[in-house]
Every structure is written in structure tokens, then in C-alpha cells.
């Protein structure tokens, strides 16, 4: 749009944020005016002075209304050196002939929270005040969303990261005017898989010139990018933190960086730019807090000012680089120490037990205690299956974690995906409960399929996953700090968190492991919140079990029972007390008194109909009739029940225990069932595998023609996602290592109004090697068959040679010095010394390379190759798990093995046979009779080999 404004002389920047709208009750009168006014310094004094003398003043120190009699106005505007202008004064405003997008288009995650109508009725509130944080892969700092906040203020004010490799330390110089520090940018020192960086793209190891000059107060840096020996003017800057300004490395592909120098330390520190493929931060920031992105719409708190880490910035020093909690923990100090009210963070965590679990928990509520900030996380995207939210037992309760809900209309506008339900779903991708604990899952959901920004060079992307809906959680968190701030109340990041909590709405028909509490509402909240720290009502309501635990032990809140436990009945004391928030009066605890009513959402579950509740706890019995449960739901393949604590005057609810029961069919003979899945949705069945079953074979019918978009996925019994694979695939064996509950789930990622209709088939694999050890004369493997026939493909594979290994335990670094090493293919194994009943590890593994020419590569992998034209190869292996933490490793005690495998130089061997039940003899003479040293082997049996760990393991054996 084209604005002209006549004949005002007032910036266009003031009019917009006026609302560009031609004043509708001109008065201009001597006996009453309204002035529009910009520059206004301490408002409340103002409007004080402005009372006394008969003067109404209304609005914020960046646009003020002031009423009254315009001889009055005039002198007090004259008195105080304000920029007025008459709010009688006509704007024309001339359109262009673009068309201007209704927002809710492109963004409807203000609309699921009742953000739009809040803002709405308190422009004020949309993020004000607030300073929101963003731990993710980098945010660039020239696209348009990130520029300014409704307010006009600078919104992108702080970037940091903890690349050392990103450092440049510069010379001071004497006899200079103003104090000027020299030096270069050197591309000569190594980067993670290259011996050198290329910051400014042009292939060659440069060493750019540098300078950096003080100038009243600011830093001005001069980089000599495109090698010229001359700083052209595009080639100079102030800090970005200080001044806001950047350069660009590579202008045409907008490939912007930032700066910063530390004059005690005289050390340059740059931030490398947001290249192709690099828009995850972009994408969570737009969500969050961006204003006008691509001129037209705007995120969920667009007036809020955001503060940055970036986690991918290239580091050649493992500390740097390893993801690990530490990671996290220095991010969240970071942010923490620069203010920040709220943080989100999109990417997974990852642990080896339940109770390093509780570990990291502590240590995140220490820092939320610390600095008061809001922590949003994405509850990730390991659905449908259940327990599929794994690493729930690292978040405390004063943190919230988004599970994902996607609405009709935004599915359809941003994504294209049609047969969603008017009421919208989670998203099935979105992981679940219950926890470790048995407990919840999410603990709201949050709507995710944005339109954002993308890296600079791509324009936009369609956002989704929970990496969309936790940002959109966290702008709401601060819509609601901003409410608070704006109207003079304390901020207490606890009770934030139980304020948003409470105020959440549940979507019918959605269990509460997978919903949590459901679809928060800011206004709601905001009036709990006022609520909560009046002490009107209790702020945390929590129930835990007496008699039962979680995994590994760990306290339960709920409970999971599966058929194949063959109980009877169950009984447990559920203990519920509430807490008061911290900001309540110190006495308000004694007095707090509610009376309760408790819901069961099932026959089989029964106890006490009323109880009351206050900071000690009260006591409930349960009891769960199981046989009673199953025999009347004998085709379900889970039961959700749930036993809702009300408020019995408001009939709020307050807390919910879930009881989960699971019909884990035993994998003794074979099951079929017809099922059918509708767009972004998924469903499961659930079984229990015997020790000594191999595996299982899982066939899918398409019963509705080819559908790509069908996926099948396998969790084992930690509910980790141990196998997926696109619904065109209908015949595979899943491997199953160790006995217990595994589920077959099936999922339409996108979709159509159009249902898949899928017939599954799940058989035991029962098969084993009856000989360990065979001579090379006579080379016969005898399978025993006791499932059913079947075709396979026979897969012998000689087994990899442990060369060497180390012990260290969790809070250490892992390190093995190699030495030379000959060639040949190798492969790196992290394991525990003992197995945790639920794992969900992440190794960090750096190797580094050293050839005869002292040439040295560092590269992340679990595997390397020494080539056989190589002189001479130095390796060094470090290793950390993600547990690990240097501020935070006292309980981080447990050993574990690091261990490197060179993989046989023998080619595998591949026979298609048919499986017949009971024994098989099959023949390798021909393919191993020439072995003349002995040599082990594994044998595997698969449908096919293309997709990994499509193939199941059966035994192992010598040959001499």
C-alpha cells in the first residue's frame, strides 16, 4: 500500500501504529479537541498533570490520546515540548491494487487460544514487556519479521552461540585517534569435516583483513570480504547486539552474519549466516513472535523483543559441538542472565534411564527457580504409539511441554490436507503418554502448520510438526507475562505455567495421555492467574500413586496395566494435595481449603465420589477391576481410563489420573484385523512378544487401492520407534531382541477426505540355528522352523572383529586413542554396562583423522573408512551420551562401553529361499567352501534388505 498524509508532517511509522484509520468524530472545536501524541516520557506523572488541570490522557508513552479543552491542550503541549497533531486531521490513504490477505490464512494459532479477541479488547497485551528466548539452529537477523514489534522497538536484540572456532583475536594499535584494534579473519584453522572455513563462500582459505573501531561507546567492524585488500563501505558495521546492525558474507544469496567484540579479551566473535536448509529457527521465531512477516501477518506475540542461541554454529572443539543437556542447561543460563520471560525449545532430549530422567529434571527446575522464565518444549514427534513421549520424566512440572493439535482450516489452507474433522485432532505424529511415571504426556496441546519464514533465500515454508507448536505455546506463555506485566502484577514463571495449564480446554473424545489438559485460552488463564496469586485458589494440584512405580522406579502418577500381567483387580492410594503459588500471601496456605468431586470415565474403576483438598494430602482408594475391564472390551486394543479430579463448586478440573489398560494380545499364533485411518490420524495394535520369538511378521492389505501415504510404524517395549516404513510396503520382519510389549501402528501423513482401509497381519517369526559350529567340508545350516512357511531371503554376514574399546561412566568423556589404523571399514557401538529397563540414548561421537602429512579431519559419525591408498591413518575416538553435563554430573555414575568393530572384508551372502515349518536344511558350501580360517558368522533371515533393520537375526555360527 501507498500512504499519503496530508498535511501532516508525522512519520508514517507513528501513523501505522495509530491504525491508519481516519478519525470518525472530528472535533475541532475551541471547546474540545483530542491530540495525537508521540515522545510522551513517564506517562503515569503525565497523566497525572494532565488530570490536574482537567485533561484526559490515555494510551502509552509511544501514542497518547489527549482530551480536553483545546486552549488547555495547547498549553500543556507547549509546556512539555510533545509532538501533537489535531486526531481530526484526515488521512487519505490510496490503495494499491494488491489484495490484503485475511491473516488467519496464513496463522490460526492466536484464534485456538483466543489470542485475536484478547488482543483485541487489550492492545497492549500482545507481547510487550516481554523478551522471548529461542534455542534452536539461528535466526537471521535481515528478514522482515524480525525487524520491529508493534511498538516500533528493535525486535531481534541478542545472538549468541558457543563456537570458539568463530573467534578471531585482533591486535591493539597504538597512535590511532580513536582506540582501533587489526587483525584478519583467518579460513585457515579446521571446521567439522573440512580442513578449513569457508565463511565468505568462495572456496579459497582467505585471510580477510580486519579492524575495529570504537566509536562513542559502539564498535564498528571492517572485514575485507571479497579480498580486495580496501573496506568497502557493505563491508563495515557496528555489533549486532549493541547496534543491531549485520554484514552479508554472500549478498545475492542474502547470507547475512552478525558480530560482537569483547575489548578486554580483544576478541571478534562472528555468527555465520542462516544458509539453504538452515530455516528451523527461522520458522519457530515467526511462530513465536515475528510482526509483519512478508509485510502481511503476524505471530502469536508480535510485540514481544527476541534473544537467540544458536546450537549450529560449526565448532571444530568436541565440548562445543556434542549435543548434550549441557548444552541446554548453558543455553537456558544464557538466556536466563539476558532476561528472558519465556524460552522455547524445539528439539529433542534424549536419556539412558528413567532416572537420569529425574536427573535433568532438577536440574531444569533449578534454573526456571533461578531466573523466572516460562520454558515451552515440543513434546516431539514419535506417535502415534503410546509411551511414545519417553523422555516426559525430564520436565518438571513448572515447564510446559506442547503436544500437537491441528485445526480443520489451517491443515487445508497451509498444507493442502483435507478430512479433518470440524473439531481438529492431535496430529498423529505428535508423541503421547504415559510417561515414565504412567503419568501424563503433554501437558496442553498447541496448534502447529504455520506459514514462517524460511532461510532468507527461500521466501516461506509450511511449517509444522511440534517444532511448530511448542513456539506458538511459548507466544501465548507470553501474551500472558505481557497481561501481567502491563497491568503492574509479579511475574512467577511457576505459576504462568499452572495458570496456562488450568485454563485449558479438553477436545472431546481425546485421551488425556495424548491431550494432556487440552486447548489452553489466554484470557482464561490471564483471570486464573489473578486468581492464583490472591490465593483464591491452589496453583499446582498433582495425585500420585502409593503402592505402585513408574519405569525404573521412578515415582507413578498413574497406571499402566497390561492383559498379559493376568490380574484380576488392582488397588492403589491415589494422594492428591494442591500448592499455592509464590506470590500469595505467606498465611493463605494454612486457609485454603476446596471440596472436590472425582469422576470415572469407566465402570471397572471405582472409589470415593467426593474428597476435599489443601496443601496436605488427601487420600483416595482405588480400585480397578481388570478381568471385568477386559472380558467387556475384548476387541479394544486399549482402554483410557481416566479418574478426573473436579473443583465441586466450579467444576474445573483440577487434576486427572490416568489408568491405562492395554489388550497386549500374546504373539502366539498369528492375528488379523481390518483397520481404518483418516488424514493426520493413526492407530495401533498391541502385543506381547515371548523371550525366544524372533520376531514378528508384519503383512498390510490395502484394502482402498495403492495409498503412498500410509506409514507403518514398530515400537518396542520402551516405546521408542524402533522401525517405520511407507504404507507401499506390505510384507516385512521387524526384529524383536527382547520379549515384551511392542506396537503395530499405522498413520496418513497429510491426506484426503478419502480413508485408507488397511488388513493387517501379525505372525510370530520362530526360528533357530540348530548348529554353532560347521566344517568347512560340509557347510549346512539347519533352520528350525516353527512358524508358519513363508519365502525369505537367507542373510549370512561375517561378523565385525572388535579391534578395540574403553570404559567410562555417564558424566565422563569417552576417549581412545587409536593410533594407526589399517583400512578398511569400522563402526563405533556405545552400550551399558547394565540395561536400564526404558533407554532412549543419543551418543555423541567425534573422530578424528590424522593422515602422514599431518593433515587433520574431525567429523560427527558413528562410523569411518580407511581407505587401502592411504599412507598412514592416526585415529582418535571421543564419546559423551546426551546425559551428560559438566554443571550438573554428580548422580552420573553409570559405566559404559565404547567399542570399534571393523566389519569383514567377506561379502554377505543372499539366498532366496522358502521358509518351510519345522527343519531346513540349506547349503553354503558353495559360497564359503573356500574359507580357509576360521571365521564367525551371523545369520539373519528378511523379506527384503532394503530399508535398515528390515531383517531379523536367528543365530550365529564358527566355521573351522
Known sequence: MIFKILPLTLSLAFLASCGLQQNSNPSSSSKGQTLLITGLKNFELQKSIAAAHGLKLEGNEIVARLSGNSEDLKSFAQNNQLDTVDASEKIIVEKDDAITPNEEIFYLAKKDFNVHTFIKENPSFDGRLVKVGVVDDGISPNQQGFQKTTTGERKYIFRTHQSSSLNFILEPSEG????????????????????????????????????????????????????????????????????????????????????????????????????????????????????????????????????????????????????????????????????????????????????????????????????????????????????????????????????????????????????????????????????????????????LSSLTHSNPANGFRAFNGTSSASPALAGMAAILVSAIKNSNLPVDANTVVEAIRQS?????????????????????????????????????????????????????????????????????????????????????????????????????????????????????????????????????????????????????????????????????????????????????????????????????????????????????????????????????????????????????????????????????????????????????????????????????QAKPLKVNHTVFSLKDTASLDMGEVASGDYFIKVSPFKNPEMTYPYENCTIQSEDSEGKVIRQQAMNFSISENSKSEKIKINCQLFDHSESYDEKQNAKYLLTVYKKSDIAPIEKDIRLFEGNNEISLKAELGTIATAEEFSVFIARSIETAGDYVEIGTFSIY
Not at 500448592?579 to 500469595?584: K, N, V
Request: aromatic share 10%; charged share 20%; glycine share 8%.
Open 176 to 447: 590511532t585517534k580513536t582506540p582501533t584494534w587489526k587483525g584478519v579473519v583467518s579460513e585457515k584453522q579446521p571446521i567439522y569435516e573440512s580442513s578449513h572455513l569457508d565463511l565468505n563462500k568462495n572456496k579459497v582459505e582467505d585471510e580477510m583483513m580486519t579492524t575495529v573501531t570504537e566509536e562513542a561507546g559502539t564498535y564498528r567492524v571492517c572485514i575485507d570480504i571479497n579480498v580486495n585488500q580496501n573496506f568497502e563501505d557493505k563491508e563495515c558495521f557496528r555489533t549486532f547486539n549493541q547496534n543491531g546492525e549485520f554484514g552479508y558474507w554472500d549478498e545475492k544469496e542474502f547470507l547475512a552474519f552478525t558480530a560482537e567484540f569483547n575489548p578486554e579479551t580483544n576478541t571478534l566473535t562472528l555468527g555465520s549466516g542462516e544458509a539453504p536448509g538452515d530455516s528451523h529457527g527461522e520458522g519457530v521465531a515467526s511462530v513465536m513472535a515475528g510482526h509483519l512477516i512478508g509485510g502481511k501477518f503476524d505471530g502469536v506475540a508480535p510485540g514481544a523483543q527476541i534473544l537467540d542461541y544458536d546450537l549450529s554454529e560449526a565448532s571444530n572443539n568436541d565440548d562445543e559441538s556434542f549435543y548434550t543437556i549441557d548444552t541446554f542447561l548453558k543455553a537456558f543460563e544464557i538466556l536466563g542472565k539476558q532476561g528472558a520471560d519465556v524460552i522455547n525449545v524445539s528439539y529433542s532430549l534424549f536419556f539412558t534411564s528413567a532416572q537420569t530422567q529425574e536427573f535433568m529434571q532438577k536440574a531444569i527446575k533449578n534454573l526456571v527457580d533461578k531466573y523466572n522464565f516460562v520454558i515451552s518444549f515440543s513434546a516431539g514427534n514419535n506417535g502415534p504409539g503410546l509411551m511414545s513421549l519417553n523422555r516426559r520424566g525430564i520436565y518438571p512440572e513448572s515447564v510446559l511441554v506442547a503436544g500437537a493439535y491441528i485445526s480443520k482450516e489451517l491443515d487445508e489452507y497451509v498444507h493442502g490436507v483435507t478430512g479433518i474433522p470440524e473439531s481438529g485432532i492431535p496430529v498423529y505424529y505428535s508423541s503421547r503418554g504415559p510417561g515414565p511415571d504412567l503419568g501424563i504426556g503433554p501437558t496442553v496441546m498447541s496448534p
Open 504 to 796: 485449558a480446554e479438553a477436545l472431546d473424545q481425546v485421551p488425556y495421555i495424548v491431550q494432556g489438559y487440552g486447548l489452553p485460552k489466554v484470557d482464561k488463564a490471564f483471570a486464573i492467574y489473578k486468581d492464583m496469586i490472591a490465593a483464591k485458589r491452589f496453583t499446582n494440584v498433582r495425585a500420585k500413586m502409593s503402592a505402585h512405580f513408574g519405569r525404573d522406579g521412578v515415582s507413578a502418577k498413574g497406571l499402566l496395566i497390561r492383559r498379559s500381567e493376568n490380574l484380576d483387580t488392582l488397588q492403589d492410594i491415589v494422594q492428591i494435595n494442591g500448592t499455592i503459588s509464590a506470590l500469595a500471601a505467606s498465611n493463605a496456605r494454612i486457609n485454603l481449603l476446596r471440596p472436590l468431586e472425582i469422576d470415572y470415565s469407566h465402570d471397572f474403576l471405582s472409589g470415593a465420589q467426593r474428597l476435599w483438598l489443601s496443601t496436605g494430602a488427601s487420600s483416595l482408594y482405588l480400585n480397578v477391576d481388570v478381568k471385568r475391564a477386559f472380558q467387556e472390551n475384548e476387541e479394544e486394543d486399549v482402554l483410557y481410563g481416566e479418574i478426573k479430579v473436579r473443583d465441586a463448586e466450579t467444576k474445573e478440573i483440577l487434576v486427572v489420573v490416568p489408568v491405562t489398560l492395554l489388550n497386549d494380545r500374546p504373539l502366539n499364533q498369528r492375528y488379523t484385523k481390518e483397520l481404518s485411518v483418516f488424514s493426520q490420524d493413526g492407530i495401533c495394535r498391541h502385543f506381547s512378544v515371548p523371550a525366544g520369538t524372533q520376531g514378528m511378521r508384519i503383512q498390510t492389505i490395502n484394502l482402498t487401492g495403492q495409498n503412498s501415504f500410509v506409514r507403518m510404524l514398530v515400537y518396542n517395549p520402551s516405546g521408542v520407534k524402533q522401525f517405520q516404513v511407507k504404507g507401499e510396503k506390505d510384507d516385512i520382519f521387524m526384529e524383536t531382541k527382547i520379549g515384551g510389549w511392542y506396537q503395530v501402528c499405522y498413520a496418513i501423513y497429510g491426506g484426503t477426505i478419502r480413508e485408507a482401509k488397511l488388513y493387517n497381519i501379525v505372525t510370530p517369526v520362530k526360528v533357530r540355528l540348530d548348529s554353532e559350529y560347521l566344517s568347512k567340508e560340509s557347510i549346512y545350516l539347519n533352520l528350525i522352523n516353527d512358524s508358519a512357511a513363508m519365502p525369505v531371503r537367507l542373510y549370512v
